[in-house]
C-alpha cells in the first residue's frame, strides 16, 4: 500500500510540474496588455464578445506535423510577430496568411515548429490557447481534393 502511495504522489508531482512548465511559459494577461498597449479591460472585452476556442484535433485527423495555425484578437492586429514572440514554443518561422479586421479576431498567422510531430502540434496548440492574444489556436490540416 504505502509503495502504491509511493508512486501515485510521483505521478501527480510530476504532473504538477508537466502543468506549471506550460504555465510559466505563457504570457499572462498584463504582460499581453502591456505588449501591445492596452488596457486589461480591452482584452476582457474582447474575451466576453468572442470567448477562445480550446478545440483540439480529432486523433483520427490528418495535419502537418512542422506547423501550428493561430487566430489573434484584433488588439493584436497590427503587431508584426517573430518567432521570439512565442518562447512557449520552439517556433522557426512566422507567417501572416490573412488579412485582419479591427472588428472580429480574423487575423491568420502560421507557426513553424523546428521539431516537427504529431505530439509537438498538440503540445503547442494547448500552450497557444493559453495565450490572451490568441483567439484559436488549432492544427494545419491536410486536406486533399479529388
Known sequence: ???????LLILALMLCAAGCQISQSTYTKAEIAAKY???ES????????YPKSNDLPPEDSEFA???VIICVYPFANAYEFTPEDFP?????AVY???SSSDTTPTRLIILSL?????????????????????????ANYVISGD
Open 114 to 138: 523546428k521539431d516537427g510531430s504529431r505530439q509537438a502540434v498538440i503540445d503547442a496548440i494547448k500552450r497557444l490557447q493559453l495565450r490572451a492574444d490568441v483567439y484559436s489556436a488549432g
Open 1 to 7: 500500500m504505502k509503495r502504491l502511495f509511493a508512486i
Open 65 to 67: 506535423e512542422d506547423s
Open 96 to 98: 501572416s496568411l490573412a
Open 37 to 39: 498597449g492596452i488596457e
Open 88 to 92: 512557449e514554443l520552439q517556433c522557426s
Open 42 to 49: 480591452v482584452i476582457d472585452e474582447w474575451h466576453n464578445k
